[in-house]
């Protein structure tokens, strides 16, 4: 079974400092991988996604994630953050599960909670 | 193009009380998910629908939640009766037909239920 794991809880950065969230996954093919960002009493936004091709995806915000498959990795990256950044960040798998139609079913990580300081 | 619509958006029960909740996908949208996201927690897919069938239901506690979406379009979710631990955020999904090349999901902002 896929699944995801998120080892901050909690993350705190300075306004203007660079940031990494780390998200690691566990599946036996190729994933399609994604980071959603959720801010208070909102819905998850979705960053960026991963599907196949150039390891290196670049999102909305300023943020990018790099696929790394030998580390199972798939950490998201800002080069400096700012105060409007901080949220709930999500890093979700999904699997093809080959029905007709190709739907596929995701799994979120527990999230990673961004504070940032001014 | 409008977001994925729910409502209500807060709602407090009392244990064993009955609750709906109802979602609205983006026109066109084929797939529609039901996850349930405890405090602290990522959303955990309950149910996921392709068009009017259901697709995956494994997670869904079916001797208390159910789910429908008639005519491929509107979805409801329901619990009864409620317990505590049914206190969460419930988040609809929907996404496009697969095979379109898109496999991103869409979220409303979500319901919170309280459960006292």
């Known amino acids: 079974a896929q699944s995801v794991t998120q080892p901050d809880i909690h993350i705190t950065v300075s306004e203007g400092a660079s940031l990494e969230l780390r998200c690691n996954y566990s599946?036996?093919?190729?994933?399609?991988l994604f980071w959603y960002v959720q801010s208070p009493g909102q819905g998850l936004q979705l960053l960026l996604k991963?599907?196949?091709?150039?390891?290196l995806v670049q999102g909305i915000k300023g943020f990018e994630a790099e696929f790394k498959r030998s580390q199972s990795s798939f950490n998201l990256r800002k080069p400096s953050v700012h105060w409007s950044d901080a949220a709930e960040y999500f890093c979700?798998?999904?699997?093809?599960?080959?029905?007709?139609?190709?739907?596929?079913?995701?799994?979120f990580g527990r999230g990673t909670s961004l504070i940032v300081h001014p | 193009e409008a977001g994925v619509a729910q409502s209500p958006r807060y709602k407090i029960i009392e244990k064993r009380q009955s609750v709906a909740f109802w979602c609205n996908p983006i026109?066109?949208?084929?797939?529609l998910y039901w996850y349930q996201q405890i405090l602290g927690q990522g959303p955990k897919l309950l149910i996921q629908?392709?068009?009017?069938?259901?697709?995956?239901d494994s997670q869904l506690p079916k001797d208390r939640f159910s789910a429908e979406r008639l005519k491929g379009v509107d979805s409801t979710l329901k619990i009864q009766p409620a317990k505590l631990e049914d206190s969460a955020v419930y988040l609809c999904a929907s996404s496009p037909r697969p095979g379109q090349g898109a496999r991103e999901q869409y979220f409303g902002p979500g319901t919170r239920l309280t459960v006292t």
């Open positions: 026109s066109g949208h084929a797939t």
């Open positions: 599946y036996g093919a190729t994933p399609y």
């Open positions: 979700a798998v999904g699997d093809s599960i080959g029905i007709s139609g190709g739907s596929y079913i995701p799994t």
């Open positions: 629908f392709q068009n009017n069938g259901v697709v995956d």
């Open positions: 991963y599907f196949s091709g150039d390891t």
